[in-house]
């Protein structure tokens, strides 16, 4: 059993998930690294990302940060994008990931059906 307190978050943080699954999370951390460090790879994801409109502009909102008067206040446009922004993302990401290592599939849980359509499209695009 892994211990919570020797993960990345520290005492209180740590993984959310059925201990059962942990094995499969330690290979996707596995592979993302390696898929991380091959040029080839980034930068089909940063092409991706870009068709779907990241990164998205940082926008200095200098008249509440007068307001407030303190640390800059930033927004991250993510409103610019189409539908959910992090289900294209993550899709993309994900599809990316799956395609890299070989995987002949994907899959995810979806609530409200939002990420399944996104998954859907962006493994259907990747191939």
Do not use: N
């Not at 870009?50 to 206040?73: C, N």
């Not at 409200?112 to 359509?117: A, C, D, K, R």
Request: aromatic residues 12%; charged residues 20%; contains cysteine.
């Amino acid at each position: 059993m892994k211990d919570a307190s020797s993960d990345r978050y520290g005492q209180f943080g740590g993984r959310y998930v059925a201990e059962v699954l942990w094995g499969h999370f330690d290979h996707v951390e596995q592979a993302f690294a390696v898929a991380q460090a091959d040029p080839a790879f980034r930068e089909e994801r940063d092409r991706w990302m870009a068709r779907i409109g990241r990164p998205t502009p940082l926008v200095f909102l200098e008249r509440l940060t007068t307001h407030y008067g303190g640390g800059q206040i930033w927004v991250k446009r993510d409103d610019l994008l189409d539908g959910q922004s992090y289900c294209a993302t993550s899709a993309v990401s994900q599809a990316l990931l799956a395609k890299h290592g070989g995987y002949k599939g994907v899959f995810c849980e979806t609530a409200t059906g939002v990420f399944g359509v996104a998954l859907a499209s962006a493994a259907t695009a990747l191939g």
